[in-house]
């Protein structure tokens, strides 16, 4: 897991020719928030399918971005981790949204639900779906999964500061298999309506 938020610094890539990373940045915000009130919109009970993470994506970063709501083409790394090569990203994804459906089904009890929404955040953003905005992304999953057994959305982090510091290293022990600091961070936060 890297600590540096992405940003494109070239006018060419983005639609609106943004230079300013502010502005870019501020762009990017709009487009989140925007998602984050779609799915709010949302019937509580739809099935999470890729289609459904397409448009939220799409949502999210379409006024700025051409890839928007578009599976990744390029190979990338993550941290220590190397997500699947572009031609394996969907059929990734329909594995990883079946056990994600089938796990949402299961989960009665609080510990089985944090367990649940640690596997939405983690295995999302291990798969890396998208060019930029999958950790973006992989929140407003989780947060979907957490409106469905009733709590509130998680923030896990902000941009800067100590908690995304946390979060990072939580998501760094989880690439070693250690999911303690990333079950603690979202069991901290995760808060009944």
């Known amino acids: 897991m890297d600590n540096q938020t992405n940003w494109t610094p070239f ?11 502010n502005q870019i940045n501020e762009c990017e915000a709009t487009g989140i928030t925007n998602a984050e009130l779609y799915v709010f919109e949302l019937d509580i009970d739809i099935e999470i399918s890729t289609m459904l993470i397409l448009e939220i994506h799409k949502i999210a970063f379409g006024k700025l971005y051409d890839w928007a709501g578009k599976w990744r083409k390029t190979e990338v790394s993550v941290g220590q981790l190397l997500p699947p090569k572009p031609t394996m990203i969907l059929q990734a994804m329909y594995q990883f949204l079946d056990n994600l459906n089938f796990k949402l089904s299961i989960s009665k009890t609080r510990n089985e639900q944090i367990d649940c929404l640690v596997y939405a ?13 999958n950790g973006r992304t992989g929140r407003i999953l989780m947060n979907i999964v957490a409106l ?18 946390f979060y990072i290293s939580a998501m760094k022990a989880a690439d070693n298999g250690n999911f303690k600091m990333l079950t603690e961070l979202i069991s901290e936060e995760l808060i009944s309506f």
Do not use: A, V
């Open 121 to 133: 955040h983690y295995e999302f953003i291990k798969i890396h779906p998208f060019n930029n905005g």
């Open 11 to 21: 006018p060419d890539d983005n639609l609106l020719g943004l230079t300013d990373k």
């Open 148 to 165: 469905k057994f009733g709590y509130q959305p998680l923030q896990l982090h902000y941009r800067e500061g100590e908690s995304r510091k």
